[in-house]
């Protein structure tokens, strides 16, 4: 997906969202919370009290109003190559983020200004080749010491895959492994590296949800997170 791809999605981003994940019976805004609340227990596993984050891949800001509310200190810092959905983010939830328009493959910070490097589902839509990049470019923007956590669509899940299919501005998405992106966090320098997998029920068995802490290493969750740290 380019550029005018994201833009033209933006102002219908939310609807189209709704119905591709109706399979699920939760609305969009569960998930969004889910991950900003898995979040804040991974930052807390690893001792990391976050003074800054960056969104990577923000959208038009569905994590926003999660962040202010897990991490209600920290300032947030949205970056996106769509100005159009930077502008429709600002207009939901002002002043609440930093608008940051990523341009010519490069994160408008300076180094080490984050303390977490955040990004919801975007790798599926960056070429594989091209993943390398922007994890050395997340790294450069991470201070040391500082996490990354990736959160992907499990290709290994049938319930997430068919929702992909069924998504008209994931036409051109392609999926990655979790043990791939492991490899390429290893090959960009990242350490520490951890895989959890989450989202195993959907809501109509959503009961059994209390178990999924005991099930984040069995590789058939609808999503993962991928963790890890920049070295000192």
């Not at 923007?141 to 290709?155: D, Q, S, W």
């Not at 590296?193 to 590789?219: C, D, K």
Request: proline share 7%.
């Amino acid at each position: 997906m380019d550029i005018a791809e994201f833009d033209r999605f933006a102002d219908e981003y939310d609807q189209l969202l709704r119905q591709s994940i109706a399979v699920t019976g939760e609305k969009p805004e569960f998930f969004h919370e889910y991950k900003i609340k898995v979040l804040g227990r991974l930052a807390q596993e690893r001792n990391l009290l976050p003074e800054s984050i960056l969104d990577f891949g923000s959208g038009i800001g569905n994590s926003t109003p999660f962040f202010r509310h897990y991490f209600p200190t920290a300032p947030l810092a949205s970056a996106d190559l769509s100005q159009r959905s930077l502008a429709v983010a600002e207009t939901r939830f002002p002043g609440m983020a930093k608008g940051l328009r990523i341009e010519d493959q490069r994160i408008p910070a300076d180094d080490n200004s984050f303390d977490i490097a955040f990004s919801a589902c975007v790798f599926h839509h960056i070429p594989h080749e091209e993943h390398a990049h922007w994890l050395r470019e997340l790294r450069r923007v991470t201070r040391p010491g500082g996490m990354l956590a990736i959160f992907e669509h499990n290709p290994l899940n049938p319930l997430t895959v068919r929702a992909v299919n069924t998504c008209p501005f994931d036409e051109n998405a392609r999926l990655v492994r979790a043990n791939d992106l492991l490899r390429r966090y290893l090959d960009c320098g990242w350490k520490y590296p951890r895989v959890r997998y989450h989202l195993f029920f959907p809501h109509a068995l959503s009961g059994l949800r209390v178990l999924e802490p005991y099930l984040t290493g069995i590789p058939f969750g609808g999503q993962y997170s991928l963790t890890a740290v920049k070295p000192d």
